[in-house]
């Protein structure tokens, strides 16, 4: 099964130099790991390696690191290309690309997130939660709170709770893919 791409934009008042790099080299700084994390309040830091073949992972305050995905093309300060699979083996990954083009109001990041078919048979499902959190990330990016954002916050509040009833944080990472083997990280 072949699902649409999905296509998500926002125009910042920021200089293409500036969109590009707070999304990949600040990545870490802006990105709401406490909603939208393996580890949640485990996680130390996220990293996006600014290079091709760089990772894109969360590493927890024990040390583990687990995998969100991988660079494939890397082009400052226009484009950047990866692999995005948080928490799911790398097979089923998505391909996200981002362009940064200059606007009369600063710069236009768009967002074109693909590959679905290799989600499986969960896809339809995982295209319909990530077409809203795209376009909950590009806010954060952005550094801008919505009426939707407060609402998913709330969504993600419940969530959380469930996970709680799951066993918790340490539930949650024990059935997450995609933990780096050690040789893999630097």
């Known amino acids: 099964m072949s699902l649409p791409p999905i296509r998500r934009s926002i125009t910042v008042s920021w200089d293409v130099a500036a969109a590009f790099q707070r999304f990949t080299q600040d990545f870490g ?11 949640g309040e485990c996680v130390a830091r996220i990293v996006f390696e ?12 024990d040390g583990r690191r687990f ?20 928490s799911r083996d790398a097979a089923t990954a998505q391909d996200v690309e981002l ?24 896809a ?29 916050d709330g969504v993600a509040c419940v969530l959380r709770a469930v996970e709680w009833l799951r066993g918790g944080t340490s539930a949650s990472i ?13």
């Open 124 to 152: 339809q499902r995982a295209r319909k939660g990530y077409d809203l959190g795209w376009r909950y990330i590009l806010n954060t990016c952005a550094g801008r709170r919505t009426a939707a954002m407060v609402l998913l």
């Open 29 to 39: 700084k802006w990105w709401p790991a406490a909603t939208h994390s393996v580890g």
């Open 99 to 122: 362009t940064f083009t200059p606007d009369a109001l600063g710069t236009r990041v768009e967002l074109v997130s693909d590959k679905w078919e290799r989600w499986g048979k969960n």
């Open 67 to 86: 995998g969100w995905g991988r660079v494939l093309e890397f082009e400052p300060p226009r484009r950047v290309k990866f692999t995005w699979h948080p």
């Open 174 to 186: 024990a059935r997450a893919e995609g933990e780096l083997p050690r040789g893999a990280q630097r």
């Open 50 to 61: 600014c290079r091709v073949g760089g990772l894109i992972f969360e590493e927890h305050v």
